[in-house]
C-alpha cells in the first residue's frame, strides 16, 4: 500500500500544482497590469495574456522538464558500455522494482550524488556523477540507484521535476515584475504623484517577493517525506538497508562540490548537493532530512 498510496498522492499532488501554478501567474498578471498602468482593461489584457503563459509553461515542464532539468546539471546519456558495473545495478533494481528501464545519465563532477527525473517511469532518467561511480563500492551504488528508482515507482519524479521547474519560473518572473515594478511605477509617480496607484503597488511588491519564498517552502517541505518514503522502499527492493546507509553517510561527508547543482534543483539530489559551507548555502531552509536521521532509521529496519 505503501507505493500506491504515494502514487495516488503524487498524481493528485502534481495536477494541484499546475493549478496553482496558473492561478498565482494570473493574478500576478492582473496586479502587476493594473498596478503599473492603472486601467482595469489593461489589466483583463494582462490576466488574457497571464493565463496563456500559465499554460504554455506548465505543458511546456510537463514535457520538456526532464531535458531542461538534465541540460541544467550538463548530464549526457551513456549506455552499458560506459561502465557496466552500473548499467547491471541499474538494470538489477529495474527488475527488483518492476519498472522499466530508465535513461542512464553521468554527470562529469568528482562530487558523489544521483537523482532521477522525468514525468512517468516510461519516460524516467537516472543521473550520476562521475565522483559517484569513483567512491562508492558496489553495495553503496546498488543502495542508491535503488532509492532513486523508489522516486521512479512512487512518481515522485514528476511532482519534484515540475517543482524544481515551476519554481525556478515563479523566481524569474518575480525578478522580472520587481524591476518592471521599479521603473515603470517610478516613471508613474514622476508624472501624476501616484496618489491611487500606493496600494496596488504595495500589494504587487508583497506578491513579487513572497512568492519565491513560498513556493521554496512548499518545495522543501514535501521534498523531505520523500526521502524519508525513497530510503525506506529502496530496502525492499536491495533486502541490505546497510548499502544505502553508508552510501548516504559517505555522500555527505565528502567535500567537493557539485558546481552544477543550484536552488532550483538542489531537491533531487539524494543528498543535498550544496555544502554547508557554501555561499549559496545561506538560506533558512533545507531541502533534504538530517543525513544522520536518515541512517538512524535504515538502520532500524
Do not use: C
Not at 542508491?144 to 519524479?157: G, P, R, W
Not at 520523500?226 to 548516504?248: H, I, K, M, N, V
Amino acid at each position: 500500500m505503501m507505493f500506491e498510496d504515494q502514487i495516488v498522492r503524487n498524481k493528485r499532488l502534481t495536477f494541484l500544482i499546475i493549478f496553482l501554478f496558473s492561478l498565482f501567474i494570473v493574478g500576478l498578471g492582473f496586479v502587476f497590469g493594473y498596478a503599473l498602468w492603472g486601467s482595469l482593461e489593461v489589466g483583463l489584457v494582462a490576466v488574457a495574456i497571464a493565463f496563456v503563459l500559465s499554460i504554455v509553461m506548465s505543458l511546456g515542464t510537463y514535457y520538456g522538464g526532464k531535458k531542461i532539468v538534465l541540460a541544467a546539471s550538463r548530464a549526457k546519456k551513456v549506455d552499458h558500455r560506459y561502465n557496466k558495473q552500473l548499467y547491471n545495478v541499474l538494470e538489477e533494481m529495474s527488475i527488483a522494482s518492476g519498472l522499466p528501464m530508465p535513461e542512464l545519465y553521468v554527470i562529469e563532477d568528482s562530487a558523489p550524488n544521483a537523482f532521477a527525473t522525468g514525468r512517468n517511469p516510461q519516460q524516467a532518467a537516472v543521473a550520476v556523477t562521475t565522483g559517484l561511480l569513483d567512491k562508492l563500492n558496489r553495495d553503496e551504488l546498488t543502495g542508491v540507484i535503488a532509492h532513486e528508482m523508489s522516486h521512479i515507482k512512487n512518481f515522485d519524479i514528476r511532482y519534484m521535476m515540475l517543482m524544481g521547474v515551476l519554481v525556478g519560473l515563479v523566481a524569474l518572473l518575480s525578478d522580472f515584475a520587481l524591476h518592471s515594478l521599479f521603473y515603470r511605477g517610478h516613471g508613474r509617480r514622476s508624472r501624476n504623484g501616484g496618489s491611487g496607484a500606493w496600494p496596488l503597488l504595495i500589494l504587487a511588491l508583497a506578491l513579487a517577493i513572497l512568492a519565491p519564498v513560498i513556493s521554496k517552502i512548499i518545495q522543501l517541505a514535501v521534498s523531505r517525506k520523500r526521502e524519508y518514503l525513497a530510503d525506506a522502499s529502496a530496502t525492499q527492493f536491495t533486502r541490505y538497508p546497510e548499502g544505502l546507509a553508508s552510501a548516504l553517510l559517505k555522500i555527505s561527508g565528502d567535500q567537493e562540490v557539485l558546481e552544477v547543482a543550484n536552488r532550483a534543483t538542489q531537491h533531487l539530489y539524494i543528498v543535498n548537493p550544496i555544502k554547508s559551507f557554501e555561499k549559496r548555502a545561506k538560506t533558512l531552509f533545507s531541502t533534504h532530512p538530517p543525513i544522520a536521521e536518515r541512517v538512524r532509521r535504515l538502520r532500524t529496519m
